[in-house]
């Protein structure tokens, strides 16, 4: 495990020690976890940008054709 120092503003830090107390865990875990969240969150864009460059708009259609046409029944 490492160990970082981080600067952070006093209203970040009031809002960090409000958050992680309501949620019964520690500043490090809370810390940890949002980091875990927001790379994860970058990771999947990048993932799914890299997916689409491999896409084609002719396969996409080639698949719509073979979706039914269906309308939602009216209330």
């Given at each position: 495990m490492s160990t970082i120092q981080v600067q952070i503003p006093d209203s970040l830090q009031k809002s960090l020690d409000d958050l992680a107390a309501r949620d019964g865990i520690s500043i490090d875990q809370f810390i940890s976890t949002a980091i875990a969240e927001k790379l994860?969150?970058?990771m999947t864009e990048n993932y799914l940008i890299e997916k689409a460059k491999k896409g084609s708009r002719e396969k996409y259609e080639a698949i719509l054709t073979k979706v039914p046409d269906y309308r939602?029944?009216?209330?």
């Open positions: 994860s969150a970058l939602l029944p009216t209330v």
